[in-house]
């Protein structure tokens, strides 16, 4: 008689030798037994490594692959997860229910939707079909007649907001967009049609799938024990950057068998303006008090000094989980802390200090250079295409390559060259009920016009325009005819100013979510147009440097290595051997707008932790000690706080000379 031995989970003996792939930290936390989890991964520590192998150690203990869920924040993400997971077991790991939080309840609602009166067949909107459906919604409504009245994809991020955070839109309006309360009970109406829209058509947004992933979870109980039943184990990646309703789907999910595992790193917690939420990272042994915690704190990526640097500046954190990193990298040198006179020395240092790396021998692809808001990388690109150092901008277009910044430099250039058709044309068709039709034959009457300017703010214009047009007429004319004034065509600053102030900071907030950033780089625009004695002087300068770029573009298939220009948000989860952060200065980083509150002021810490921990090798913290007022002169910057807030050991002063 053949004898077979059923092995019980005690017997169980992985064919994987963990210790061996693993340190005692990581090991500690994939090999830990049943009940949550929350894995506080410290920068550089393996996180990756943590949850692939936790999802192997899982099934490898015989939980079925169909019964594990793995939530990351971008599909690829779960992919490489699981394509890792294939190789380490030898075996298939496509059963596991892995991907984004949107992926997953789009995958729940197909066979579960009906319960909350979606049908199988739903459409999802993309961004551009739910824009057009929002602009839908305001025609409808008869609400666009408002020249202030904001633009689609403005009304939708409200809407998107207030679903993630489960707020309602006047609430969210007061707290995050102050600049729109005026129209809170019109963009209410506009949702609530939105909504009707919807339903109507069987259509659903991005945010509906979790919005109708957990109504499913609250309110049809039978669906929720199902669900919960069928998932043993829940892993969730990124943890500290989910909303409110991510989180209590997760509780939701996990609430029969409770095996959860949450990975993530609160001092990397930096996404609040998209929606994240901090507390939901930082009071998770609150929500689960049998929790059990794991800290990575072996860092693979820095050195001792750049580490020492980190763990002090976020210590002065009251809300976190207390950590200090260790390297297992060699020494390094001291991060340097570079004061430099003003923006314009700012740039040319850095600039230098890559032309020496690359003396050394370090790779364009290499070097980084980080700040905390777009505009201030400004004077750095401009001083880097002076040299001709190749750079690739991840927080955006190039500086002047941007919407907002070609509609300055249009309305200057017109008021300077009045047969510019191509300015004309494009701050006309910024004129609300001008389009390229109205605009080209507007031109047309400017252009054969004997004095083109004075046409072009004279009321025969008029006779050509729709009556929408007409009512934002004046505006325009306004502005226009500011400009031709001689203390401002010979003051380019002042013009700008001018331009903001006679319409344009209505434009930005009208027809752009972002439109503080946008402001932001107008006012860096004017500050630069300062140093020059005249507009013309100052529109020539940016032709040529323009045309440098231009020259420099090279085909796709001759692309060459270029350093990285980044917001330190964009750059999270990146590293490279040598950073340099600028504009560390008061009022810059951190933030003016966020001194106001600890909240504020702490994730602003987090946000310059993001930051150093990018670096591998060389570390170079630069500030200006001067910074151009906004409507001139010249103002003294205090060294950032976070700079302030340092011990002298844990950095070197380096003093500039020329």
């Not at 949850?51 to 692959?65: D, F, H, N, R, S």
């Not at 707020?167 to 007061?174: G, N």
Request: glycine share 4%.
């Amino acid at each position: 008689m053949k004898k077979y031995e059923i092995k019980t989970s005690s017997a169980f003996k992985p064919s994987i030798d963990y210790s061996s792939y693993l340190n005692s930290e990581q090991l500690n936390a994939v090999t830990s037994g049943h009940g949550p989890s929350l894995v506080i991964a410290g920068a550089g520590s393996g996180k990756t490594r943590v949850v692939t192998y936790k999802v192997a150690y899982l099934m490898e203990k015989g939980i079925p692959p169909s019964r594990i869920m793995l939530l990351t924040f971008t599909n690829r993400a779960a992919r490489e997860m699981l394509h890792r997971v294939e190789l380490l077991i030898k075996g298939e790991a496509r059963k596991v229910w892995g991907g984004t939080f949107h992926h997953t309840g789009n995958i729940i609602l197909r066979q579960y939707g009906d319960a909350v009166g979606l049908s199988a067949n739903f459409t999802i909107l993309d961004s551009e079909d739910t824009k057009d459906l929002i602009d839908s919604c305001v025609a409808e409504l008869n609400l666009r007649t408002d020249k202030m009245f904001p633009k689609g994809k403005i009304i939708l991020e409200v809407i998107n907001r207030a679903t993630g955070a489960e707020r309602t839109i006047t609430d969210l309006i007061e707290n995050d967009f102050s600049y729109l309360i005026v129209f809170a009970q019109e963009i209410e109406r506009v949702n609530e049609l939105y909504a009707k829209k919807k339903k109507a058509m069987d259509l659903v947004d991005f945010d509906d799938l979790l919005y109708y992933w957990k109504k499913i979870l609250v309110e049809v109980p039978v669906v929720k024990e199902k669900l919960s039943e069928r998932f043993q184990y829940l892993l969730v990646d990124e943890y500290q950057d989910t909303n409110k309703i991510q989180a209590e789907i997760v509780d939701l999910m996990a609430s029969r068998h409770r095996n959860l595992m949450v990975v993530g790193d609160d001092a990397q917690s930096i996404y609040s303006f998209r929606g994240a939420c901090f507390d939901n990272i930082i009071n998770f042994p609150d929500r689960y008090s049998d929790a059990k915690i794991f800290k990575l704190t072996t860092n693979y990526r820095s050195t001792e000094e750049i580490l020492a640097l980190a763990n002090e500046s976020i210590s002065g954190n009251r809300r976190q989980f207390p950590k200090a990193l260790n390297s297992v990298q060699r020494r390094g040198p001291l991060p340097a802390l570079v004061p430099l006179q003003n923006l314009s020395q700012e740039a040319e240092f850095v600039s230098q200090r890559i032309l020496d790396l690359i003396d050394e021998g370090v790779p364009l692809k290499e070097i980084a250079v980080l700040y905390r808001s777009h505009y201030q990388s400004m004077e750095l690109q401009m001083e880097l295409t002076r040299r001709r150092i190749p750079f690739e901008v991840r927080s955006g277009m190039r500086f002047f390559e941007q919407a907002h910044i070609k509609d300055i430099i249009s309305y200057l250039r017109a008021a300077l060259n009045p047969m510019d058709e191509i300015s004309w044309t494009r701050i006309l068709k910024l004129i609300p009920g001008i389009g390229n039709v109205t605009a080209k034959k507007v031109w047309e009457f400017i252009r054969v016009s004997e004095h083109p300017f004075e046409t072009a703010v004279s009321e025969d214009i008029t006779k050509m325009l729709s009556r929408r047009a007409k009512d934002n007429w004046k505006t325009y004319k306004t502005s226009l005819e500011t400009l031709k004034e001689e203390t401002v065509i010979n003051h380019p600053a002042e013009a700008i100013r001018e331009i903001l102030e006679s319409g344009y900071i209505a434009h930005l907030q009208s027809n752009y979510e972002n439109y503080e950033d946008r402001l932001e780089d107008i006012e860096q625009l004017s500050n630069y147009s300062g140093h020059f004695q005249s507009t013309r002087e100052f529109l020539s300068d940016l032709a040529l440097l323009t045309n440098v770029q231009a020259e420099d573009v090279v085909e796709p298939e001759e692309v060459t290595e270029a350093i990285v220009l980044s917001t330190i948000h964009r750059a999270k989860g990146l590293e490279w051997s040598r950073v340099f952060i600028i504009g560390l200065a008061d009022g810059s980083f951190p933030t003016a707008k966020s001194m106001g509150s600890l909240e504020g002021e702490e994730e602003e810490r987090r946000v310059f932790y993001v930051a150093v921990t990018r670096a591998k090798d060389e570390l170079y913290l630069c500030y200006p000690a001067m910074d151009d007022r906004w409507q001139g002169g010249a103002i003294i910057k205090r060294p950032s706080q976070f700079i302030q807030e340092l011990p002298e050991k844990t950095y070197e002063m380096w003093e500039i000379e020329g």
